[in-house]
């Protein structure tokens, strides 16, 4: 079977692709700039150091791999020196398919970094696969988290925006699929979705049946958001503002649409939000 290589294995979604690609039987090599900490969270499955800025870890990383997932790193934001020519050492090393965690609507934003490594992926010629997912529910227990917890409350700039949120483990299950059937999805970028749109209040309606107490949703204002990151959960500046855009987005639609794609890769309904937090609902509890 395939040999794997995972980048951002100890994030929500790369640590889910590693489970979902064992699963199917596929040999993983799960990849981090801190192996020591990713060994002690992942066990039994080869871990190695691989840091994009440090081309000296890249051969021995891609030594003996058929297929990479890929991750853009949060902190990357240059692309060009760093992810584009790992993927070039990549296929030299004689890898054969990599599956690109991009963003939804990146086709139409050239400005955004995963925009330019889809574009280095269709130059290459060589046997690749972009996944678009849209809003991740594991937001609810990360960007989310500490206002649920702390707060009672989720508190974002959406207003009465719809959601089609997509849970990692099905991005991680659709890679996994791929990986096992390479053939059947070159050059293509696939947008991954929940198979429902709900609002924040059913969110938040779903969060208060799980944790058994009242959550509520908060519309905030753009700039009372932007206040409250800065201020509160001291975020850096340039994240505030990509959050608030983000977010923003929301009220227009942007994230509304349902694709059918994990269901037709799968062959069922992509998992729902009533789903994602039963299964987590220790998360939101309060210590």
């Known amino acids: 079977m395939p040999n794997v290589l995972v980048t951002g294995a100890s994030g929500n979604v790369g640590r889910e692709v ?20 990713l060994a002690r969270q992942i066990s039994g499955i080869e871990v190695v150091r691989l840091d994009f800025f ?12 058929d297929g990479i997932f890929l991750m853009r790193p949060p ?16 296929y030299a090393a004689g890898v054969k398919h990599i599956v690109f965690l991009s963003v939804a609507g990146a086709d139409k934003m050239d400005w955004v970094p995963h925009r ?10 060589k046997r690749w696969t972009c996944l678009r997912p849209g809003f991740f529910a594991q937001n609810l227990q990360d960007a989310y988290r500490r206002d649920i917890v702390e707060d009672d409350r989720i508190y974002v700039p959406a207003g009465r925006g719809r959601v089609a949120f997509i849970d990692a483990r ?3 299950a659709v890679t996994a699929r791929i990986f096992s059937d390479a053939a059947s999805y070159p050059g293509r970028c696939l947008t991954l979705t929940g198979a429902h749109a ?15 107490r009242p959550i509520t949703y908060h519309a905030a204002s753009i700039l009372g958001y932007c206040w409250h990151l800065w201020r509160r959960r001291k975020m850096p500046f340039m994240q505030v503002v990509i959050q608030a855009f983000l977010h923003v987005g929301l009220r227009k639609g942007d994230a509304e649409a349902v694709d059918p794609t994990v269901e037709q890769i799968l062959g069922r309904k992509a998992g729902s939000m009533a789903d994602y937090v ?7 509890l309060k210590r």
């Open 278 to 284: 039963r299964d987590r609902r220790e998360v939101w």
């Open 198 to 212: 709900i609002t924040f209040d059913e969110v938040a309606l779903t969060l208060s049946h799980a944790i058994g």
């Open 170 to 172: 099905d991005i991680a």
């Open 54 to 65: 440090d081309r000296s870890t890249w051969a021995s990383s891609l030594s003996g791999c």
């Open 18 to 37: 590693v489970t979902q690609c064992l699963a199917s039987g596929l040999s993983v090599r799960a990849a981090s700039s801190d192996p020591a900490t």
């Open 116 to 125: 330019k490594v889809e574009k280095h992926l269709e130059k290459t010629g």
């Open 75 to 90: 902190s990357i934001s240059e692309v060009l020196t760093t992810l584009c020519p790992f993927i070039d050492a990549a």
